[in-house]
């Protein structure tokens, strides 16, 4: 069983920053891939950003290419999303996930997270 656990969520200002963190405890390492996720009330979960565990490739979103960076910690068991440039449609509950895929696809994650919000207000 996999846990995970996100943070950092909030409100800024369009053109702020924001950091989300991702704790996962349990054998993560049994998913290939972590990822971010958001979803806005009405909508679908949206990916947003997706990394392998072991190789490290990254995978984004077109709408947030060259302002979102996912990252990771592996001895801390941490996955990060350094958001920069933030836009008042970047406004979602943030979700973060475990699974087989790198995939920007939500179907293809097992585990989930609790969800952080983050508010970007023009």
């Known amino acids: 069983q996999v846990q995970l656990v996100e943070s950092g969520g909030a409100s800024v200002q369009a053109g702020g920053s924001l950091r989300l963190s991702c704790a996962a405890s349990?054998?993560?390492?049994?998913?290939?891939?972590m990822g971010w996720f958001r979803q806005t009330p009405g909508k679908e979960r949206e990916g947003v950003a997706t990394?392998?565990?072991?190789?490290?490739?990254?995978y984004y979103a077109d709408s947030v290419k060259g302002r979102f960076t996912i990252s990771q910690n592996n001895a801390k068991n941490t996955v990060y999303l350094q958001m920069n440039g933030l836009k008042p449609e970047d406004t979602a509950m943030y979700y973060c996930?475990?699974?087989?895929?790198?995939?920007?696809?939500?179907?293809?994650?097992?585990?989930w997270g609790q969800g952080t919000q983050v508010t970007v207000s023009s």
């Open positions: 990394i392998y565990i072991s190789g490290g490739n990254t």
């Open positions: 349990g054998y993560i390492y049994s998913n290939n891939c």
């Open positions: 996930a475990a699974g087989p895929s790198c995939a920007l696809t939500a179907r293809d994650f097992v585990y």
